[in-house]
């Protein structure tokens, strides 16, 4: 049997750029090869089959021109990202920061598949209506790579486009969230934006295990306008663009306004696809998951010839508003509660410290009405949750945190906003009755006392205890008491040295 008898239809391969329309109004493959050589052709042969062009019906946005791509292609396009923002500027208005953001996200659409980019996140417009979401979409999707405008939710088109376009999808929908549900969309959604993401979905449960089943791929750029908050979970993929109020006469977006623009951007993927990104630094102010979905967008901004100050302001500006979020969660409030707990007692120098479950469940309950009020059991499961360790000591519940921990805490709820002081061993001097209890250890401070470095609060409070009582027990010298008293603290220690 002959291996290429027949053609596979493909609208996607590694190495195709994109499908073309040439001269004669054929479509045709431009494909680069490992030459970085732009060519094209209307099959395309691997060693184990060939693929050949779906008919035009099948691709629902506008096709570059062969010709057009090829002459970009051969010269360098300097002017490429201030035209593209020209271009968005006609149709709706958003300050520097965020056409910066939507502009570095366009170029992402044409490169979204590049084996150095690893997640791709969802651009969000969400504001009440005649505020210019839609205009703006649509605006962008006529230049991203492969854009196609949806204005319904439903699951068989979705997973075809992902699966054989790879294009950037946008959802246009006045309740995103609800129709997702309604629509069994829910996990398409939550999924997009990492590469490698599928769903699964059994289609033939008459043929039994593992033939019932089928997998999608859906991974790809997303475009999101909504009049209605979003899940608070697919939030969290969105870049959020804050539509102004600022009525005027914009012009209404169409697929041919941008077909330049567009056939620029196809040429500019060709003479990137096959290059190597180069390393990105951590930026300051931008962790977590927001680092993961912007980090791809540094990388753009690598290959083009514009400042990253700009593009830096502006996610940095995103991430705090999600710490303005996070603070406004029951989480956040309880890590305000274990913040505030552990500055009033200066816990905040050590290396490790517990705080009672029962005093973090006082202060939450303050101002709450009586059957608004939570039990120290709810509130063990809550802090449990939040991957705080909790342990029972002589019958009350507590939470142990590091330092690391608690600085990790803070970073993520948006409470650092000082330097914190960097954990010693070392105690700092507090209230009076701890004043008194230092004096009868300070005694002897004229014999150059010797005080040991304390890992947590309870290893103080044992030490001081103990020198306490061989002052009282035993008549020796200041330096020999406090050697009895470090070598009873090392061995407190051996004992205490169980796993939390």
Known sequence: ????????????????VDVCVNDDGELVYAIINKDEELIFTQE?????EIFSIPEKRHFPFMLPRASKVEAFFNYDDYYLYDDLISYLKQFSALDDEQWSIIAHY????????????????????????????SRTGKSMIYVSFRGIHLIELREATIFRYCQNLHGTLFFDLMD?????????????????YEKGSTCNRVLRPDQGPFN???YFETYGPTLIASNEALDKILETRCLPINMPNIPGNYENPRPEYGLELKERLTAWRAKHLLKTFVTIKNIEGITGRLWDITKPLFLINSL????????????RAIAGERDQSRKETLEGRLVAIIKEITEENGLDGFLEWTIKISEITTKFNQGRPEDRQVSPQWMGKRLKSMSLKSRIVRGYAEIKITAKEYKTLLTQYGYIDRELPQPTNSLPEKDEEYQSDLRVVESGR???QYRPDFNCPEEREFYDETLRRLKLEEELPENEIQALALKELEEWRKLDDAPF
């Open 1 to 16: 049997m002959d291996l290429f008898s027949e053609a596979t239809l493909s609208a996607y391969f590694p190495g195709l």
């Open 44 to 48: 395309y042969a691997t060693e184990t």
């Open 106 to 133: 366009i170029f992402l659409t044409y490169l979204h598949d590049h084996p150095g980019i690893d997640y791709c996140p969802y651009i969000l417009f969400n504001a009440v209506p005649e505020r210019g979401k």
């Open 176 to 192: 995103i969230t609800k129709k997702a549900a309604k629509g069994n969309c829910e996990d398409i959604l939550l999924g997009r």
């Open 212 to 214: 019932d089943m089928d």
């Open 304 to 315: 083009l010839p514009v400042n990253h100050q700009i593009l830096e302001d502006s996610l």
């Open 446 to 448: 004229e014999c150059e």
